[in-house]
């Protein structure tokens, strides 16, 4: 089906006029953009007219369905897949943790992963920091090391759900990212293109998120969950706080170094809290009654593993790290906010231009989380630097605020009822 300019245009005043699109009309537009027989111009209007109006669940759904199918699909025969997406945050390690743990207990993670967006870090970027790790599996590879293994994370490839690349790019240069049925049909087509039956999804909320607050969170939630199970799939939603870094790492070679603490029972509880949360929940979304899954030597052992199968010598990645600077605490009291967005984007602009083993050690550690109590001259926030001092910290000591009371908690994980 090609769709003329006339047609195009009428789609564009449907949408402008807030009305619901069938499924062949949308059918119709995603195929002529993605074979190029659209020009940009009336899409982006169209995306425009979306961010305004709106669109139906049933519209997203068919949306998210017509990019999955545009490209490369894998299918599995297998119920205990499972596959898992974060909305993305900063210190977000927990794929690392997560999906061998799962493994480890029984399900078949087949986790297609992304690289550093903006200030937020990507899970391939931290996978890489092992010498000899490659995460450009084929999909047959993919699907042979999920099935033997138990868990792969491999690189969504450029012809898994290419229409919704095409859509990101025009979505980026005329400001139509924020707009939920967008986003969860972006998300969601890559996530049906790769095959699993369950699917587990991570919605971060908070200053370092897509989402700022828990209700947004919970409306993008329930709109990924209810257009997954449209599509016939089994989903389960998690939201997770980020008003901070979660990991107490940022950058990444830092990020995988506290995963792998994390695997064997230690490094931030933060990490480990939420790891467990996303494992629990894939567990139960595969159909798997495994019960609450342990981190320690088992799992460590999966992620060993699951790293040798994809060419990874674990053994050669040096874990010694030692701070280059700090940032100090300007005054006793209790530390009230660290701003992830500042941090992310930190950690990012000094990478930027560095030889990729240098950026890979670039980073910082927080010595101090919310609620901690500090005295003026402590240490918050330990800076990592291979070469010359690049980060800003003017600006990094902005990003704390200490004040004389402790921060009301926040809740750092929950399930989407
Ligand atoms: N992540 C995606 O993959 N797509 C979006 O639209 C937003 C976040």
Redesign the pocket.
Known sequence: VTLSAPAMRSLIEKKRAGLEHSREEIEALVGAFTRGEIDDAPVAAWLMAVCVTGMTLAETAHLTAAMAASGDTLTWGDASVVDKHS??GVGDAVTLVAVPLAAEAGAKVAKLS?RALGHTGGTLDKLECIPGLRVDLGLEEFKSQVLRVGCAVAAATASLAPA?KKF?AL?DRTAT?ASVP??AA??LS?KIAGGAPAIVLDVKHGTGA?MKTPAEAEELGRVMRDVGERLGKRVRVVLTDMNEPLADSVGDALELDEALAALSGGGSPRLRSVAHAIAAAMLECAGLKSGIPHLGPEAFAKFVEMAAAQGGRLDEFDRAFKPARFIAAPSSGYVQRIDPRTLGELVAASKAGLPIEQARRTGLRLRKRTGDKVERGEPVIDVFETGAPILDLERLAASVTIGADPPASRQLVRALA
Do not use: P
């Open positions: 909305t993305g992304g919704d990101y979505r990212i967008l986003i972006s998300i890559k897509f």
